[in-house]
């Protein structure tokens, strides 16, 4: 009896115990109180529009496009590892917008919810980036050896090559050396033109051996050569903290919008904006 009573007590003090030192768990409690990331909250928003923009109506695909658009960008801004897909991915939602638009009458702006462009062909305003001066130079290389080439096919009065595109390209390489501090700068005052000299409307894309547009193939290098810059093991990262975050995120913003802006105009000289095409070369770089 007394042996009964003592395992009783010892039982019921370990419960005691027990209950004191932990709370039962609350189903999904934690689910609820996690808080998405932008990076996440943007991936899915995303990808969601992504989906509705393929199937339903023209007006619906046209505004998930458009939707779809602004929400890749911010996948690019803040995923540093999904840079390369939200550019593209921006780039492509964006001229599917363009071309659904013609479809209801529309026009479509490639505005952002705050007013900004989509797109950009310089880097007006912008007084830092939150990447090393190596990356920042390999970046100010690509504008001004698109900016030289559409330079020489603009001269030659070639379809699609125009001067203001050329100093746009220029322009957003002397700014990018600017944010680099000027030193080490990559740039060349002549560069290889034998090649666009021998194919000055039409070439072969190096990467996947499709035909296109030289002025198309000149902007998608460009594009994918600063992809691949930012994509690389020296891209660091100088911002750390929930306000760096933000603030780098904008910064970035403004770059994706400009990388993003020669994408789509590849694409609206006659670059292939499937996937096939511009993935392909993308891994390629």
């Not at 934690?30 to 899915?44: F, H, K, M, V």
């Not at 540093?80 to 964006?94: D, F, H, K, N």
């Not at 100010?140 to 070639?158: F, H, M, T």
């Not at 904006?273 to 070369?281: G, K």
Request: with cysteine; net charge negative; proline share 2%.
């Amino acid at each position: 009896m007394f042996r009964y009573a003592a395992i009783c007590v010892a039982a019921i003090a370990v419960m005691t115990a027990t209950t004191a030192c932990s709370s039962p768990r609350i189903a999904g409690r934690a689910e609820s109180e996690y808080q998405e990331t932008d990076c996440e909250r943007s991936y899915r928003s995303a990808t969601d529009n992504d989906s509705r923009a393929q199937h339903g109506p023209i007006i619906v695909r046209y505004l998930a496009s458009s939707q779809s658009a602004q929400d890749w960008q911010t996948v690019a801004a803040a995923c540093p590892q999904r840079i390369t897909e939200g550019v593209i991915r921006s780039a492509q939602a964006q001229w599917l917008a363009n071309n659904l638009a013609q479809s209801i009458s529309q026009t479509y702006t490639a505005s952002a919810h705050d007013g900004n462009a989509l797109r950009r062909q310089r880097l007006d305003g912008l007084t830092a980036l939150p990447l090393s001066k190596a990356i920042l130079r390999k970046l100010a290389l690509a504008e001004d050896r698109a900016g030289s080439a559409l330079q020489v096919l603009a001269a030659k009065g070639v379809v699609g090559a125009t001067l203001t595109a050329s100093d746009n390209h220029h322009a957003a390489g002397s700014q990018l050396m600017s944010i680099a501090g000027n030193t080490g700068d990559l740039r060349q005052k002549e560069y290889d033109i034998s090649n666009l000299l021998a194919n000055p409307s039409t070439a072969t894309d190096q990467s996947t051996g499709l035909q296109a547009s030289t002025v198309s193939i000149i902007e998608i290098d460009c594009a994918l050569e600063e992809l691949a810059a930012l994509a690389s093991p020296d891209n660091t990262v100088s911002n750390t903290g929930a306000t760096a975050a933000s603030t780098r995120t904008n910064q970035m913003l403004v770059l994706v919008r400009l990388i993003t802006g020669h994408c789509y105009e590849a694409f609206a000289q006659g670059y292939p904006s499937a996937d096939f095409a511009v993935f392909a070369s993308s891994s390629k770089q």
